[in-house]
């Protein structure tokens, strides 16, 4: 059973404090941190990144991987083969 789990719309901040190697941080419409999302370590075996049109715009098994500056962050429970069916249409370029 593959399983959504939509993880909000993610925008760019600025901390307080020092950020001497300039990260980037991104949190989403509840207030909620990326980095400490991806520290919770949400359920889904495969993450996608929407835009505000919903056509994804990056994937990865690894959440941690992501940089979801104004995208929306999906997690999905039971999608590896989702996530190798959207790299290989990627990969040919034909879109």
């Known amino acids: ?13 600025t901390p307080q404090g020092d950020n001497p190697h ?3 941080f991104f949190k989403n419409e509840r207030e909620q941190d990326f980095y400490a999302i991806t520290k919770s370590n949400p ?9 505000k049109d ?9 959440l941690s991987s992501l940089a979801p500056d104004s995208l929306r962050v999906i997690a999905v429970t ?8 959207w790299q290989t249409w990627a990969a040919s370029g034909d879109y």
């Open 54 to 62: 919903g056509h994804i715009r990056g994937g990865s098994h690894d």
């Open 22 to 24: 300039n990260v980037a």
């Open 1 to 13: 059973m593959t399983n959504f789990n939509d993880l909000g719309f993610f925008t760019r901040y």
């Open 78 to 85: 039971g999608g590896v083969k989702l996530l190798a069916a």
């Open 43 to 51: 359920d889904g075996d495969a993450f996608f990144l929407a835009d």
